[in-house]
């Protein structure tokens, strides 16, 4: 299989301070690339020739990769792409979610007044990048730099509902997670179709959380089950795509 290549204009620059965390920064923005095939072969001289920086910071970057999943290493064979989440792992990340995600937003509802406004700041700029998603899906144009920056403020809300648990451990979860979901995203072709749905499930969220705990939580566990049944729904149609 081919090895990666970094585009010249998306490397042209690395700061000296986070150094490490830039390096990291952009072979995980690599990752989420949908043309990045699993089982493609990440050479660690390669990587860094294309980022003009010295193996050190691309070898640790990988080995912060492979903990979430997103990349394997083989013995004597080196790095590789994980194949998509499918499957039993998919349903595993969406119990998981279910989990970590509907606890995190019942100790956030405890204390809403500072969050509450945080997430509608949010929530207005999923808003804004959901129409411009849907504009370019029906003018059939739909940019790379787009679809991430849909993920990413999609994902914010929900990293803020985490911030707002004040608590360090599920912080750390949470990456753990929001790394394998948007790798799931971008296999299984979903999160960007479904974006209206979410921007309304999100809102029930939001109400819900001036609510009381139970029905924050409640109002999360129904996003998370509506986004496990789309994604569900996405890869058996790429499934079918595909042996046809």
Wanted: charged fraction near 25%; proline fraction near 4%; avoid cysteine.
């Amino acid at each position: 299989m081919a090895e990666t290549i970094f585009s010249p204009g998306a490397t042209s620059s690395l700061e000296r301070r986070g150094l490490r965390d830039r390096v990291y920064d952009l072979v995980l923005d690599m990752l989420m690339s949908s043309s990045i095939e699993a089982g493609t072969r990440l050479s660690i001289d390669a990587i860094a020739r294309d980022l003009n920086v010295s193996p050190t910071p691309v070898r640790e970057a990988l080995v912060q990769l492979e903990r979430t999943g997103l990349v394997t290493r083989e013995a004597h064979k080196g790095y590789r792409v994980a194949p998509p989440i499918a499957d039993d792992q998919l349903e595993a990340l969406f119990d998981a979610r279910i989990v970590l995600e509907s606890g995190a937003t019942a100790l956030a509802a405890r204390e809403p007044k500072q969050l509450i406004p945080a997430l509608e700041a949010a929530l207005a700029e999923h808003v804004t990048v959901m129409e411009r998603v849907q504009s370019s899906s029906a003018s059939g144009d739909m940019p790379v730099d787009l679809i991430r920056e849909y993920f990413a403020v999609d994902w914010n809300f929900h990293h803020l509902i985490f911030e707002g648990a004040r608590n360090p451990f599920l912080l750390d979860m949470s990456e753990a997670i929001s790394t394998r979901v948007h790798r799931m995203r971008q296999t299984v072709k979903t999160g960007v179709s479904d974006a209206h749905e979410a921007v309304t499930e999100h809102r029930a969220i939001l109400d819900a959380l001036a609510v009381g705990p139970d029905a924050a939580a409640q109002a999360m566990r129904e996003h998370v089950d509506k986004v496990r049944e789309r994604s569900r729904r996405d890869a058996a149609r790429q499934a079918s795509n595909a042996a046809g």
